[in-house]
């Protein structure tokens, strides 16, 4: 194998672990779904500062032109591993704990919600049939 193919392979590599870490921490994946760096950049994109999204893009380009040997030669390999780093700063702190944690206290807080409305729509009805 060529230094460039694992090179591109690396870039590919690379932005999947970004748009998984992205679909992680900020939402925007379907169950199941493991969505490419240029769906994830367009779906929640806006959720990373405005360098770091700048950073997103040139990985997300690279991975589109990683397919193709030709053009995947002139890639700037140099800035693509360093948004790659930078991507990884910012979005692996948040452990998996914490994500898990989070999405329990989501559903939970839902399923509260949903028992307020309804016991205000039973005692809506009740006092409107005047049983209360």
């Known amino acids: 194998m060529t230094r460039d193919a694992q090179t591109i392979e690396d870039v590919r590599d690379m932005a999947d672990e970004v748009a998984r870490l992205m679909a992680d921490r900020f939402g925007g994946a379907r169950?199941?779904?493991r969505p490419d760096m240029q769906a994830m950049l367009r779906r929640r994109g806006?959720?990373?500062?405005?360098k770091l999204r700048r950073m997103a893009?040139?990985?997300?380009?690279?991975?589109?032109?990683?397919a193709?040997?030709?053009?995947a030669r002139q890639l700037d390999l140099p800035a693509i591993s360093r948004a790659h780093h930078a991507l990884?700063?910012?979005l692996q702190p948040l452990g998996e704990m914490s994500r898990w944690?989070?999405?329990a206290l989501?559903?939970?807080?839902?399923?509260?919600f949903g028992l307020m409305l309804l016991a205000a729509v039973l005692i809506w009805v009740m006092i409107r049939r005047g049983s209360l």
């Open 31 to 33: 169950r199941g779904e």
């Open 46 to 50: 806006g959720a990373l500062p405005r």
């Open 57 to 66: 893009k040139v990985l997300a380009e690279a991975d589109l032109h990683s």
């Open 68 to 71: 193709q040997p030709r053009i």
């Open 88 to 90: 990884i700063a910012h």
């Open 101 to 103: 944690r989070n999405r």
């Open 106 to 112: 989501n559903f939970a807080a839902s399923v509260l």
